[in-house]
């Protein structure tokens, strides 16, 4: 802090000034007129310029020309002729009893220099004493902001928090332009020795434009102030014009920046910004929103000061003020972080705690839910079963009585069948009788197994078969071959299904083996690309087109099979006949 007062203090000490003429020109050829620097009123910005100093009485000790702010970095140094004595800010002078005259070649013109060309001359000791002095306060400055930032880079690292990145944005920034402009940097890299310092004054817009995107996520106000965050949106817009404009004056040789009628207007809308961005925040009343806002108050009075130094070239003198309040806004930043993190820290404390409160809750409610909804299913399946239990007896109770019906119905058909006289009317009331029998059958089924809605094809086949050999055949046993998947189909499918086998067999048993002393019957059920195909063969004699068209069967089973979407090929075979349906819906 000793080093802080020492250096603010010899901060406003100025060498003193000797005589000295000026000319426009190059590096190459040294100028043949001159003029006087007194009766100059403009300089070009971004033009290259030639100083001639007179030096009257020259000390008789080693004594320093230095030319102009700690920043001009790559002024040439030549003797009365022109042997090159240094390259940089300042050069040591041997004494001589007669006049010297030196020149001095500015590769830019300083337009921060009050005086446009600030050269002045001083005893090596007073000469040290200030560099030190500002050395000491740069330094000084300059490891602080280091040290901030490295302890920012370890958070940076720890965590994804945007806000550390963009302090760490906006200290770099502060870095960069003071180590410019007091020569930390510039005097050791050439490269930045050639850059002109108004292109610095133009960076140093990147300050503001960190510090407003610090204060964005500090303060949360894409979430906690919306329209403060769009306000910040055109103060971001509105440095990017500054910066625009300023370069393009830059680069055709124009010096706007020190224009009081640029700088007014600059001001007045930096200020109009800053008033409702601090009343936003202001209103906030939290104890961020209150740290951030004096630091921001701290940082308005530096900056418009280094503003207004700046517009009227008096920026050496506030410099070392600027630096100090820039130092005091970071660690009010700083403080600030901190107190956010830990209120951060606290909030999420408090809402792990409501959390895990929240979850024994919502576990106690579980459990009673649960047991609640255990109990209901309990009783839902307990009458469920009983229901189920009813349903079944019922169902149960359903097709016994329709089988008992179809039974009745088939005893009644039994009486009118010994009633009739002729064969062949006692054939077709026969052939009625089956049909009744087949389904029959299927609610037989239905009944005597535990599924009351499906049927399995091959039981059904079986039995259906050999109550129809029973019925109709009286010759020699037939011999059955069933090839038949257990596969079960619905009562829809089943009826319809039963008929046309009860019709298949029955023509089977009773036309085809007349003189056939080994009667066989081949029946595959079985499924084959998403249909159901059945195929009935016997070895039998065979029947004419005729004969199977005009047939009453024959139309049941069309009738049946269009109704499932069924197709039926009949043909002849080497030994015998063979039928075969396909059905689709089943």
Not at 398 to 420: A, D, P
Request: glycine share 4%; with cysteine.
């Amino acid at each position: 802090m000793l080093s802080y007062f020492v250096a603010f203090v010899l901060a406003f000490v100025e060498p003193a000034v000797v005589d000295i003429h000026i000319s426009q020109g190059n590096s190459s050829d040294l100028p043949e007129s001159w003029t006087p620097l007194d009766s100059l009123s403009t300089f070009q910005i971004g033009k290259s310029y030639w100083a001639k100093v007179s030096i009257l009485g020259a000390p008789e000790e080693k004594y320093v020309i230095q030319g102009g702010n700690w920043y001009m970095q790559n002024i040439h140094f030549y003797n009365s002729k022109m042997e090159l004595i240094e390259i940089g800010n300042y050069a040591q002078i041997e004494p001589s009893t007669e006049a010297s005259i030196f020149y001095l070649f500015y590769p830019f013109h300083d337009s921060k220099d009050p005086g446009n060309f600030t050269i002045s001359v001083s005893s090596v000791e007073d000469f040290l004493t200030r560099k030190f002095s500002k050395d000491t306060f740069q330094i000084g400055f300059t490891t602080t902001l280091l040290f901030v930032l490295l302890v920012t880079a370890f958070f940076i690292l720890r965590g994804n928090d945007k806000v550390y990145r963009d302090y760490a944005y906006y200290i770099g920034s502060i870095l960069i332009f003071f180590s410019y402009q007091y020569g930390l940097w510039g005097n050791q890299n050439s490269l930045l020795r050639s850059i002109s310092p108004s292109w610095m004054w133009i960076f140093s817009a990147s300050l503001s434009y960190a510090y407003t995107l610090f204060a964005r996520s500090f303060l949360d106000m894409k979430e906690k102030d919306p329209f403060n965050y769009r306000w910040t949106g055109y103060g971001l817009k509105f440095i990017w014009g500054v910066v625009t404009v300023e370069s393009v004056s830059l680069i055709f040789h124009y010096d706007i920046i020190h224009e009081v009628w640029y700088k007014s207007i600059v001001i007045t809308c930096e200020l109009i910004l800053m008033i409702v961005f601090l009343y936003r925040i202001a209103i906030m009343r939290t104890i961020v929103s209150n740290i951030f806002t004096i630091g921001a108050f701290v940082l308005l009075l530096t900056t418009m000061t280094g503003q207004i130094a700046s517009t009227f070239k008096i920026a050496y003198e506030t410099n070392t003020f600027v630096q100090i309040g820039l130092l005091l806004d970071v660690f009010i930043l700083a403080i600030g972080i901190a107190v956010r993190v830990g209120i951060m820290q606290k909030s999420r404390e408090e809402a792990q705690a409501k959390l895990i409160d929240q979850l024994q809750i919502n576990k106690k409610f579980q459990e009673e839910y649960t047991e609640n909804l255990e109990n209901q299913v309990k009783e839902r399946t307990v009458d469920l079963d009983k229901r189920n239990l009813e349903n079944e007896t019922l169902l149960k109770e359903v097709h016994h009585r329709v089988k008992n019906n179809l039974q009745m119905i088939t005893s009644l058909l039994n009486m009118q069948q010994r009633r009739l006289e002729t064969e062949a009317e006692k054939n077709a009331l026969a052939q009625t009788k089956n049909r009744v029998k087949s389904i029959g059958l299927i609610h037989e089924h239905l009944y005597k197994h535990e599924d009351f809605s499906k049927i399995n094809l091959k039981e059904y086949s079986e039995e259906l078969l050999d109550i129809l050999i029973k019925a109709l055949h009286k010759g020699s046993e037939i011999e059955t071959t069933l090839n038949v998947e257990a596969r079960k189909v619905s009562i829809e499918t089943a009826i319809p299904i039963g008929l046309i086998l009860n019709e298949l067999f029955t023509n089977s048993i009773k036309y085809a083996f007349e003189n056939v002393k080994l009667p066989s019957i081949e029946i595959k059920i079985r499924e084959i690309e998403e249909k159901l195909v059945i195929m009935v063969r016997d070895n039998g004699c065979g029947i004419t087109d005729k004969e199977t068209k005009s047939g009453f069967g024959h139309s049941i089973i069309n009738t049946l099979l269009d109704s499932m979407s069924g197709t039926m090929e009949a043909r002849n075979i080497e030994k015998g006949y063979q039928v075969t349906i396909e059905i689709k819906d089943y």
